[in-house]
């Protein structure tokens, strides 16, 4: 069996003591919370941390809930702690779509949320989900907490806005009445990574029309898994199906897809347009309390 | 090096390890529980599901010092004594194994699921083994195996209820 | 037996519960497996054992210019590091194949593959092992690949096998059969030729326990234990004897509970050599157990045929010939696995289930810079390939004639009178009724009201592309299995009978020891219900032995789903003679004439007397008594078997699958998949179901999601199971089986094989169903979404090579 290279080990009991361990040790310290992403790479050898800061412990971070108009998840809430969210099944029905589809029930009691956005996998779907809600990141280091706008938290493919010694603890979402969302992913086998991934939130005015909208993209190299350009096309006008096809237009041409064994480039552009189509669709029939 | 110790089927285990062991190898070189498999490195398959703190989770994928404290449960540890627990019963009344090696992982996510849920339907067995490959039994009998311990232990429930 | 004649069932139930013989019986190996208690290779552990750990090649070809081992020898725990140099001192750096070639245990020149071993570490424990691996230096220079086979032939393809004497290109062999004079005459009289491109592409067995062995050399008495992964434990300690030089009677080879084979355990990695040296070296136990990416990257890949079909008929849709030429890509070392007059395996089966009378196919192999291998994942020897090639090119003609395809099926397929049947290449099918099985399908799929539906379907789908298309496919397989007659079937010159041994104790209790290897066929079950509906005692009265080549007799091993056909054959046949022998000891012991002496249900009685008889405990009882036995009549009650069989057995089925296809997305979901097999009568239902569910869920495998494509440098692309898809549950529908029964009339009870009917039977009836449903005529698999939507676009990709 694979095996990772040798490291050290400690556990953090609390925040403060995670971002002291990271001060303390530098840029080859890494936080390790469900480690399925991280392990299996470290045992490729592609990741070699000298020292792995175990902050599974830190259960005070497991926890979803409504604050005033937003909703707060903490970072380490699991995936399966998303899927199974009443909060999150009344406001955005978007993250059981995604999480149903990310990974497998059993990676699923275990992955976090916090370490999957840092992981920044460029096919992450609750980096899109994310994205497309515009939800904000709290990040912690020793001289405090500093917010970053979820479009702003991932800098590159694997890379994020958190800095060596700091620590993503929590994201924000605000509430959005008369909205509805949705998840549409197209994977070659349950499990498996997105060939392509579209998330979007649809929130409608008193006369149906779109008062504001988003749109997240997993795995078709979309910059800050979203495009703000169809976005503002479609914002202020109705949800119609032309609407809708030239947004979704617009994400196809905006995207940069690579050709891998997915799926060569232009079958990924195409299926853009398809499952945006079909996410803001359904997002605003759900905003319209349609079932969808 | 460093010590760790857990409740590994309800007795208490101390090791000194490597941080980087892996929590299967705990199971299976330290401690000799070699019912738990390993099928693959990548988390895809499932042979080295055993249940930490009550939920299933991949063991090929934890580190041993991440279960420091805590309780790990395996497939050696369902049957009581000489009594089968439903769903090995159900396992083998169903056909549910052929060669037995992702069995052990496949008993331990059935016996989650029936914790969750009594009485699951098929497409909602079907989603909960998702994450544990066989590549004998093409899942059918399974599935059935799993339906046949829902029912059975609430049959018994309800015998055991009456008296 | 009549191919009418099918035992008849009995209801008898034993003290344990179970029937007496035939009937489905709850799984004896089941009560270690539940609790975890199985013992797997890698469960063995030995005092004082090492670990071993393989450096395998990053590049497809390229010249070995030198390794440095020094840094993982100072390494603390490192007990030794092997190169291709220590082995060629003991004359060990080459092995022979089972096809007649070479291949290197430690490469020495070069590497030909991307994961070619190249030196082998031995170290305290695993951990280290893998880290020492890290520290040996080795310095390449890389050579061009040969990656697409359709190029290996090509006047400038850098030559792979430089190390053979006189190779100036890539080329293994042509192979021919059929008659092709006959097929260019049916060809030039047909009303209709459909030609087609089909690649059948490379896949992996990818059993959930990967290869692995643990060898411990006794210094003090010389003996070699191994216990390993292996489906052919015999084969496998003489191909030791003869590759290494150990006295073979020192050699004892061990295959515990095997984690599934599937085809790929039975080669000889050289992981196991280098764990059998690394024990001689070092004189401890050496343990060696492949990760999975080595194991999808460097063991035994199965198909990789690229073949070109074109099939004759008149315009009512009569089939008048079938002939292909085949590609096959053998990967950098020709290591296929199949008896040795068949270097396409039993591939010119290729006609099918259908009467015509002109057939003919050629094959010519290549060498490419990939791993070797080639007949592995439940083929029949390449059954998989032939049953695909005809269930394609069948359903391009329907297509043609825009004929139903059941309808040109049971138009076609062979009559039940026509059995036995010798096919225009030579093959004697024993018995079959296909047009009953096919029919039988068709009546639980409700065929004609799946079309209907499909007829509405696409009228609605016109107008609205949101519509899934629904696609009906079907496939009729026929195999042959039960490798083989010795005189034409041998491995390295091994002839393909099995041995048998069966004892009946004093009290009457069994033990049966097989040459063969269950790998979660349920051996220890179904060959101790074979024993008891010959001796009438209960099977939780035989204790099956086997995996031991010390307590077993000699035989080929478990494969080309043999073990039922050759083994099966080989008990029923050794229990016959201990009833025989039973007879004339209770004659006997009641003191009457042998003819007088009737049989029910495991008990010699006088006619007429039913009162006055033996039960074979009581019989076995008086054998080992000191009951004066007649002259000839040896004391104890056993017998020993060599079971030559007269023919293959031809299990059949007709399977047909329903799909429903995203158009936008490409995405492929099975809506329904049924099956009617006939293996002849069943020992175990719930065992042949059982693997016949497996099989099918093969066929979705290969047909949607299973493929090792290789990108310009010789990249393995499915090297781990995130990239190597195999089916979960939730690609796999709830499988709907049906069943007839035509006995082997050569069989002593009739059985046909099974255990890879449905792997060989299903990927056709996946595909012809998604080609269905898209209307188009050819693509190939795996129909993943993408490939789908190419195709819809009449774009279709290779699925062999990287996406680009």
Same mark, same amino acid.
């Given at each position: ?52 800061? *175990? ?13 005033? *108009? ?50 920044? *996998? ?41 800095? $060596? ?66 976005? *503002? $096309? ?57 079932? $969808? | ?163 | ?92 750096? =080459?092995?022979?194949? %089972? ?46 690949? +040969? ?178 030429? +085949? ?44 791993? %070797? ?20 090119? +069948? ?31 030579? =093959? ?73 041994? %069966? ?100 008990? =010699? ?200």
């Amino acid at each position: 069996m694979q095996v990772p290279a040798p490291f050290e080990y400690e556990r953090a009991a609390s925040v403060d003591e995670a971002v002291a361990l990271l001060a303390r040790h530098g840029p080859e310290a890494r936080l390790v919370a469900g480690g399925h992403s991280l392990l299996p790479m470290m045992k490729l050898r592609l990741a070699r941390p000298e020292m792995l800061i *175990d902050i599974n412990d830190l259960s005070d971070l497991d926890y979803i809930r409504t604050e005033g *108009d937003e909703i707060a998840i903490g970072a380490m809430t699991r995936h399966a702690g998303v899927l199974d969210s009443a909060v999150l099944a009344e406001h955005y029905r978007i993250f059981a779509e995604a999480e149903r589809v990310i990974a497998d029930p059993i990676v699923r009691n275990r992955g976090t949320v916090g370490g999957s956005l840092c992981q920044a *996998d460029p096919s992450e779907d609750l980096s899109a989900v994310f994205s497309a809600l515009r939800g904000t990141a709290v990040i912690r280091s020793e001289s405090g907490s500093r917010n970053v706008e979820m479009r702003q938290f991932h800098t590159g493919p694997y890379e994020t806005a958190v800095g $060596a010694a700091e620590m993503l603890v929590e994201v924000r979402l605000p509430i959005r009445p008369n909205s509805g969302s949705a998840y549409e992913k197209v994977e070659r086998r349950a499990g498996d990574w997105s060939i392509a991934a579209a998330g979007a939130f649809v929130q409608l005015d008193g006369e149906g029309r779109i008062a504001d909208l988003g749109i997240g993209l997993a795995a078709v190299g979309a910059d800050h898994f979203t495009c703000e350009e169809a976005e *503002d $096309a479609l914002r202020g006008g109705t949800p119609s199906e032309e609407a809708i096809a030239r947004a979704a237009a617009i994400c196809a041409e905006g995207c940069q897809p690579q050709a891998d064994q997915r799926g060569p480039v232009d079958y990924k552009r195409h299926l853009v347009g398809v499952l945006v189509a079909r996410a803001l669709t359904r997002s605003a029939a759900r905003a319209r309390g349609e079932a $969808a | 090096m460093m010590r760790v110790s857990m409740r590994v089927n309800g007795a208490q285990t101390e090791a000194e390890i490597e941080p980087r062991l892996l929590l299967v190898h705990y199971l299976r070189n330290t401690l000799g529980l070699t019912g738990t498999h390993w099928g693959c490195d990548t988390s895809n398959c499932g042979a080295c599901t055993v249940w930490l703190d009550g939920l299933p989770v991949k063991s090929c994928t934890t580190l041993a010092a991440m279960a420091d404290g805590h309780e790990v449960r395996t497939v050696e540890d369902l049957a009581d004594g000489d009594s089968l627990d439903p769903v090995q019963q159900g396992f083998m009344q169903e056909h549910g194994l052929q060669c037995g090696f992702c069995t052990p992982g496949m008993l331990m996510t059935a016996r989650a699921l029936l914790d969750r849920d009594p009485d699951p339907d098929e497409a909602t067995i079907r989603e909960a083994i998702s994450g544990n490959l066989c590549r004998c039994t093409g899942y059918e009998n399974i599935v059935r195996a799993i339906r046949w311990a829902a029912e059975h232990q609430a049959a018994q429930a309800r015998e055991e209820a009456a008296l | 037996m009549t191919a009418t004649e099918v035992p008849a069932p009995d209801d008898t139930r034993t003290p344990g519960g179970n029937p007496l013989g035939f009937g489905r019986m709850l799984r004896k190996e089941d009560a270690r497996f539940l609790r975890g208690q199985g013992r797997y290779v890698d469960d063995v552990v030995l005092p004082g054992m090492l670990h071993g750990a393989v450096l395998r090649s990053p590049y497809a070809h390229a010249r070995l210019v030198s390794i440095d081992t020094s840094a993982a020898e100072a390494h603390p725990r490192v007990k030794a590091v092997i190169t291709g140099q220590t082995l060629e001192s003991l004359n060990l750096a =080459w092995m022979p194949t %089972l096809s007649g070639d070479v291949t290197a245990v430690l490469a020495t020149d070069k590497v030909r593959f991307q994961g070619q071993e190249v030196a082998f570490v031995i170290a305290e424990d695993e951990y280290s092992a893998r880290d020492a691996l890290e520290l040996i230096d080795v310095e390449y220079d890389p050579l061009p690949a +040969v990656v697409d086979a359709k190029h290996a032939l090509d006047p400038d393809a850098p030559v792979i096998r430089d190390d053979l004497e006189g190779r100036t290109d890539n080329h293994i062999y042509d192979w021919e059969a059929g008659d092709a004079q006959a097929c260019e005459e049916a060809f030039a009289k047909a009303d209709v030729v459909v030609s087609e491109d089909i690649i059948y592409p490379r896949v992996h067995p990818a059993p959930m326990e990967t290869c692995g062995s643990v060898a411990h050399m006794d210094k003090v008495t010389g003996k070699l234990t191994v216990w390993t992964t292996t489906q052919a434990p015999h084969a496998h300690r003489t191909v030791y004897a003869l590759v290494a030089g150990l006295p073979e009677h020192k050699i004892q080879i061990i295959s515990p509970d095997i984690g599934g084979g599937f085809g790929n355990k039975v080669g000889i990695y050289p992981g196991y050599v280098l764990s059998i040296v690394g024990s001689i070296v070092t004189g401890a136990p050496v343990k060696w157990m492949e990760d999975r990416s080595e194991n999808l990257m460097s063991t035994s890949f199965a198909r990789d045929y690229h073949m070109h079909g074109d099939i004759a008929a008149t315009k009512e849709g009569k089939i008048l010939a079938l002939r292909v030429n +085949v590609l096959a890509d053998h990967g950098a070392f020709n290591g296929v696995a199949q008896p040795t007059k068949f270097p396409a395996g039993f591939f010119h089966i290729f006609t099918g289930s259908y009467d015509y009378p002109a057939a003919h196919c050629k094959v010519t192999a290549v060498y490419t810079n990939k791993a %070797l291998g080639g007949v592995a994942y439940a083929c029949s020897f390449r059954i998989t390939e032939a049953v695909y090639l005809v269930e394609r090119m +069948v359903d391009c003609l329907a297509f043609e004639l825009k004929m139903d395809p059941a309808e040109l099926r049971m138009k076609n397929l062979l009559r039940p009178e026509q059995f036995p049947y010798t096919s225009p290449t030579g =093959w004697e099918y024993d018995s079959g009724d296909y047009p009953r099985a096919l029919s039988e399908a068709m009546r639980i799929a409700g065929y004609d009201d799946l079309r209907r539906e499909q007829a509405e379907r696409r009228a609605a789908a016109e107008s609205d592309p949101s519509v899934p298309l629904m696609g009906i496919g079907l496939s009729f397989f026929t195999e042959g299995v039960g490798a083989g007659p010795r005189k034409h079937m041998d491995i390295l010159g091994l002839g393909m009978a099995d041995g048998c041994e %069966l004892r009946l104790h004093p009290t009457g209790k069994a033990q049966l020891r097989l040459s063969v290897q269950t790998q979660g066929q349920g051996h220890e079950t179904t060959f101790a219900q074979i024993v008891s509906h010959v001796l009438g005692i209960p099977p939780e009265d035989v204790e099956v032995l086997h995996g031991d080549t010390d307590n077993t007799p000699f035989g080929l091993g478990t494969y080309g789903s043999r073990s039922t056909p050759v083994s099966g054959a080989a008990a029923a046949v050794a229990a016959q003679r201990v009833k025989d022998k039973a007879r004339l000891i209770a004659a006997t012991s009641l003191e009457c004439s042998v003819d007088d002496l009737e049989w029910e249900h495991g008990r =010699w009685f006088v006619k007429g007397d039913p009162t006055k008889g033996q039960t074979m405990a009581e019989i076995a009882m008086a054998a080992h008594s000191s009951l004066e036995l007649p002259e000839g009549v040896e004391g104890h009650l056993d017998a020993s078997v060599v079971y030559n069989p007269p023919n293959l057995t031809y299990p059949f089925g007709a399977y047909i699958c329903v799909v429903d296809v995203d158009r936008q997305t490409g995405v492929v979901k099975v809506r329904r998949f049924i099956a009617v097999d006939d293996c002849g009568p069943r020992i175990n239902p719930m065992i042949v179901e059982g693997q016949i569910h497996g099989g099918l869920a093969d066929g979705v495998g290969m047909a949607l999601m299973e493929v090792i494509a290789f990108d310009k440098e010789g990249n393995n692309l499915g090297g781990s199971f995130m990239d190597y898809l195999l089916p979960t549950s939730l690609e796999c529908p709830s499988w709907e089986l049906g069943m007839t029964v035509t006995p082997s009339p050569h069989h002593p009870i009739g059985t046909k094989g099974v255990g890879e009917s449905a792997t060989v039977g299903s990927p056709a009836a996946v595909v012809n169903a998604v080609l269905d449903a898209l209307q188009i005529r050819a693509a190939d698999m795996p129909f993943t979404p993408a490939m789908t939507w190419r195709a819809l676009q009449g774009r279709p990709m290779r699925p062999d090579l990287a996406i680009e």
